[in-house]
T-cell receptor, first 114, second 116 residues
Framework: AQSVTQPDIHITVSEGASLELRCNYS??????LFWYVQSPGQGLQLLLK??????LVQGIKGFEAEFKRSQSSFNLRKPSVHWSDAAEYFC????????????FGIGTKLQVIP | DVKVTQSSRYLVKRTGEKVFLECVQD?????MFWYRQDPGLGLRLIYF???????EKGDIPEGYSVSREKKERFSLILESASTNQTSMYLC???????????????FGPGTRLTVL
């Protein structure tokens, strides 16, 4: 089945440290890929998205993600984490084109310690 | 800015009650979605609608129905609430899909439903 996988359910990083959240996908052709963030008590907000072109995508709040076809990955990165980044992060994807629905990963909960 | 609003942030109902969750979006989006979110399971799609009066089952439609009489409003209905429907319910909308850049979903703040 076509899907996205987030292998890490929970990650803890120190404030100021770098961050990488993993996402793997299983779509045949180049998919559309997304990263969303959910702050406590809130709905999901789009951080960034990839459709085609440059494989390094810049998003809001200083986040970036890199599409790597050879590894079927779309990992989210941030060079220096702030305490306000503590949230749950969802990777999502769908086959390119057509009217197929987006599938969400199960989420990675990020804890930031002083 | 796109705004998706949900009628309640918190709701407590009793087993067997009929429950209505309302969602309204103000960006003239064609697509609307209902998800439930549970710890360890992520977001699971219940139903979606790509046009007024049109609906498609998602991954977990059992026990739910939906209504879309107007483009901006999408309602989720629990015909007879059960305790296993205690969850966070998220509504989302997006423009017509099939074209790059149009699959971004905009989410409401969620309704936390407790069924006793």
């Amino acid at each position: 089945a076509q899907s996205v996988t987030q292998p890490d359910i929970h990650i803890t990083v120190s404030e100021g440290a770098s961050l990488e959240l993993r996402c793997n996908y299983s779509y045949g052709a180049t998919p559309y890929l997304f990263w969303y963030v959910q702050s406590p008590g809130q709905g999901l907000q789009l951080l960034l998205k990839y459709f085609s072109g440059d494989t390094l995508v810049q998003g809001i709040k200083g986040f970036e993600a890199e599409f790597k076809r050879s590894q079927s990955s779309f990992n989210l990165r941030k060079p220096s984490v702030h305490w306000s980044d503590a949230a749950e992060y969802f990777c999502a994807g769908k086959p390119s084109g057509g009217y197929q629905k987006v599938t969400f990963g199960i989420g990675t909960k990020l804890q930031v310690i002083p | 800015d796109v705004k998706v609003t949900q009628s309640s942030r918190y709701l407590v109902k009793r087993t067997g009650e009929k429950v209505f969750l309302e969602c309204v979006q103000d960006m003239d989006h064609e697509n609307m979605f209902w998800y439930r979110q549970d710890p360890g399971l992520g977001l699971r799609l219940i139903y979606f609608s790509y046009d007024v009066k049109m609906k498609e089952k998602g991954d977990i439609p059992e026990g739910y129905s939906v209504s879309r009489e107007k483009k901006e409003r999408f309602s989720l209905i629990l015909e007879s609430a059960s305790t296993n429907q205690t969850s966070m319910y998220l509504c989302a909308s997006s423009p017509l899909s099939g074209r790059p850049g149009t699959d971004t979903q905009y989410f409401g703040p969620g309704t936390r439903l407790t069924v006793l």
